[in-house]
Nanobody, 124 residues
Framework: QVQLVESGGGLVQAGGSLRLSCAAS????????MGWFRQAPGKEREFVAA????????YYKESMKGRFTISSDNAKNTVYLQMSSLKPEDTAVYYC?????????????????WGQGTQITVSS
């Protein structure tokens, strides 16, 4: 099993920046991909970004490119999501997730482990 704990959420003004962290523990050797998803009220959970555990490849939802950056620190078993130029429509619960294979990176159903989520609210 893998446990994921997110941190770094909160309230930020539009145009501001925020960095989320996701600390992994347990059988981290089984992780191949780490991803970030988000879910706004009344909407489905959507893919934001992902990174392979060796940090050699990153993946983004097209609309997130340029504003969001995913990175990892394997020594700390932690993945980060740096968000800038935040907009009110970025308001959502952000979830960290992990999967054991490299397939279907943007498909939430393909992920094996999930964090509890952290709320981000962007005020206008």
């Amino acid at each position: 099993q893998v446990q994921l704990v997110e941190s770094g959420g909160g309230l930020v003004q539009a145009g501001g920046s925020l960095r989320l962290s996701c600390a992994a523990s347990g059988r981290t050797s089984s992780i191949y991909i780490m991803g970030w998803f988000r879910q706004a009220p009344g909407k489905e959970r959507e893919f934001v970004a992902a990174i392979n555990w060796r940090a050699t490849n990153t993946y983004y939802k097209e609309s997130m490119k340029g504003r969001f950056t995913i990175s990892s620190d394997n020594a700390k078993n932690t993945v980060y999501l740096q968000m800038s130029s935040l907009k009110p429509e970025d308001t959502a619960v952000y979830y960290c997730a992990a999967k054991r294979t490299g397939a279907s990176i943007d498909d939430r159903v393909a992920y094996d482990f999930w964090g509890q989520g952290t709320q981000i609210t962007v005020s206008s």
